[in-house]
């Protein structure tokens, strides 16, 4: 059964960096598209980034572009998310998730990891 | 951007009610690419619907979701006490940023 397992959170004062490491399980990885995603304490769901199979392309959102990298590793079937000058607005559970889609066509988010939360705080 | 509006913010219903939630798109979106997905305290999100009307894998018929254009819907025919939970519309089809809902809270009467 396909699955995804989040590592790397943690807490980090302000203007500190963590990396997000989700690896696979279960499914080809290299074929599909993978998104990170967050959610605040009690908020609603932010997509942050994805990156398609073969890491040729990359988009941001707005709120972290410039500080969030995301990145791949095929052989390793596995996710990162590099996260640096973090914000206390950072403050959230992250979820690496499958999607949208693979190299055919567009997809939900069919396969989320269990989350891992990150907090920032002085 | 396109931003999603869900409504209402929060259902309160008994077990067995229907319960109809809608999802309302700033820009049209393709029905193809409309997904809702439940969340549970503590859990992550579980795909329900995809394609606006298409259930996912090992999801239950009393789920069903509709719509075209700028209105969508998912509708619970029966509810059971494992539905009580929080709901989210997403459009994926667009160019980036992909967007969520606000969220559904259905809980119970």
């Known amino acids: 059964q396909a699955q995804l397992v989040e590592s790397g959170g943690g807490l980090v004062r302000p203007g500190g960096s963590l990396r997000l490491s989700c690896a696979d399980s279960?499914?080809?990885?290299?074929?599909?598209?993978m998104s990170w995603i967050r959610q605040a304490p009690g908020k609603g769901l932010q997509w942050l980034s994805y990156?398609?199979?073969?890491?040729?392309?990359?988009f941001y959102a707005d709120s972290v572009k410039g500080r969030f990298t995301i990145s791949r590793d095929n052989s390793k079937n596995s996710l990162y998310l590099q996260m640096n000058n973090l914000r206390t607005e950072d403050t959230a559970v992250y979820y690496c998730?499958?999607?949208?889609?693979?190299?055919?066509?567009?997809?939900?988010?069919?396969?989320w990891g269990q989350g891992t939360m990150v907090a920032v705080s002085s | 951007e396109t931003v999603l509006t869900q409504s209402p913010d929060t259902l309160s219903l008994s077990p067995g009610e229907r319960a109809i939630l809608s999802c309302r798109a700033s820009q049209s979106v393709s029905s193809k690419d409309l997904a809702w997905y439940q969340q549970k305290p503590g859990q992550a999100p579980r795909l329900l619907i995809y394609?606006?009307?298409r259930r996912a894998t090992g999801i239950p018929d009393r789920f069903s979701g509709s719509g075209s254009g700028t209105d969508f819907t998912l509708t619970i025919r029966r509810l059971e006490p494992e539905d009580f939970a929080v709901y989210y519309c997403q459009q994926y089809g667009s160019s980036p940023p992909l967007t969520f809902g606000g969220g559904t809270k259905v809980e119970i009467k």
């Open positions: 279960g499914f080809s990885f290299g074929d599909y598209y």
């Open positions: 990156i398609s199979g073969s890491g040729s392309t990359i």
């Open positions: 998730a499958r999607g949208p889609g693979d190299t055919v066509t567009t997809g939900p988010f069919d396969i």
């Open positions: 394609g606006a009307s």
